[in-house]
């Protein structure tokens, strides 16, 4: 045997994982799978583009269906996801794998967030359902609603952890974590490890299988980085003159705040381009909305704020535009990870201006690389640096925010 069907998934879910376009297992499946099917914890380091998703979905709906049926149908496996795209993407993997792969009666999977009415969620929970993927806030509005009930939950899947925890969701993910059953499986992935997400797993898990396969260097994505040098003013222009010459079919471009996505939105629109923008004051059909028509190849260019920088899985997706630098190097790892997905290549280009050029450097230190600097013909920049105060040291809270900076930038504009 060999593929999948060597990691002990049934014959169905083998099938099922070839016909979704899972060929070979990838690192962080072929090692945490045979784990999770046989029943022990599991603490991942997983990196976007990883396959991380079918790395618990394929094991979980393994155990799911040699389970007898049961009515109303008990929730026996909960996912915590920190964004809503997050939470439909995953869901729509299980369940699609699920559908697949049984003939007669598939897992019901419901998915769970908010931004929308709670009705719908509610009635789709009536008559229950086997797997439950949430944001930690519905969730525990849902079980206030008495819609859900997480008596039989065996399984918990916390899915991008350092996110979660970023996201203010520590003291609702402590409110989750006591109503669950206390034995139980654990499955945890995270990108990083800061110390909140180590005290977590140390909570957490039992004598976890811990899986690192995202540091295999055969593995990493194939991603061109560049660094194109430009004053703040310029970098729409620029935008727009690198999306022509470089004949972009598509390009995801991330901006620091929602007023950003939509003003350069807007005004690539008026240049003649498809663009669309993504934040989170955009209501959950809007969201969708935008999502889909540039997954349709319908808007050229999409405009988002962090909100698209994880969960977001766009196919042959080939170029990431930092607009404006991330806060964080596992940011700006996540934002780039939007493209080079499923071992295909990709490109991702940062803007850095001279105000910018310190935090770039220190991104490069974070992911240990260096990225050359670049300047396009007409859009040169002539801003310098100012000298640095003594004793800033670039720390956060003791000088100007980013994003203080940033709404300065754009008021410019």
């Known amino acids: 045997m060999s593929g999948f069907a060597a990691l002990g998934l049934s014959a169905a879910l083998v099938r099922a ?14 090692a945490a799978i045979p784990a999770v099917l046989r029943g022990r ?21 393994h155990w799911l269906e040699s389970l007898a049926p049961e009515t109303p149908r008990r929730t026996r496996a909960l996912v915590l996801v920190p964004t809503r795209e997050l939470a439909a993407q995953v869901g729509e993997a299980i369940r699609s794998l699920s559908q697949a792969s049984a003939a007669v009666r598939p897992v019901k999977v419901v998915v769970a967030f908010g931004g929308v009415s709670i009705n719908p969620q509610m009635m789709e929970l009536r008559g229950g359902a086997e797997v439950v993927v949430a944001t930690p806030g519905r969730l525990l509005d ?21 996110r979660l925890l970023d996201a203010g969701f520590a003291d609702e993910l402590a409110r989750v974590l006591a109503k669950l059953p206390r034995r139980r499986r654990n499955l945890l992935f995270s990108a990083t ?26 593995e ?21 003159h690198m999306i022509v010459t470089g004949q972009w079919s598509q390009v995801l471009v991330f901006v620091a705040t929602r007023y950003a996505s939509e003003h350069v939105a807007e005004k690539l629109r008026r240049a003649g381009l498809q663009a669309s923008a993504l934040h989170g004051d955009l209501s959950q059909g809007a969201r969708t909305q935008a999502l889909a ?23 042959q997706l080939p170029v990431v535009v930092n607009y404006d630098l991330p806060r964080s190097a596992a940011d700006y790892v996540h934002r780039i990870g939007r493209t080079a997905r499923a071992g295909a290549s990709g490109l991702a280009v940062s803007f850095v201006s001279a105000a910018t050029e310190a935090h770039f450097r220190l991104i490069e230190k974070r992911q240990g690389r260096r990225v050359a600097r670049e300047r396009i013909a007409g ?29 300065e930038a754009a008021a410019r504009e």
């Open 293 to 315: 028509d540039f997954k349709a190849g319908r808007s050229r260019v999409l405009v988002a704020t962090d909100v698209a920088a994880r969960g977001l899985d766009i196919v």
């Open 193 to 218: 490890f800061p110390p909140a997400v180590q005290t977590l797993a140390q909570r957490l898990l039992h004598e976890p299988v811990r899986v690192a396969a995202d540091a295999t260097p055969g």
């Open 41 to 61: 914890d599991v603490l991942a380091s997983a990196q976007t583009g990883s396959g991380k998703t079918a790395a618990f979905a394929l094991p979980m709906l």
């Open 142 to 162: 849902l079980v206030d609603h008495n819609a859900l009930g997480l008596g039989g939950v065996a399984m918990l899947v916390l899915d991008e952890a350092d």
């Open 17 to 30: 994982a070839r016909e979704r376009g899972y060929e070979t297992p990838t690192a962080i499946q072929a």
């Open 220 to 240: 990493a994505p194939d991603i061109e980085q560049h660094a194109v040098e430009v004053d703040a003013a310029q970098r729409t222009p620029l935008l727009r």
């Open 379 to 407: 859009f040169e920049p002539k801003e310098t640096a100012a000298p640095a105060s003594a004793g800033s040291g670039g720390v956060k809270g003791r000088r100007k925010s980013k994003k203080d900076k940033l709404r």
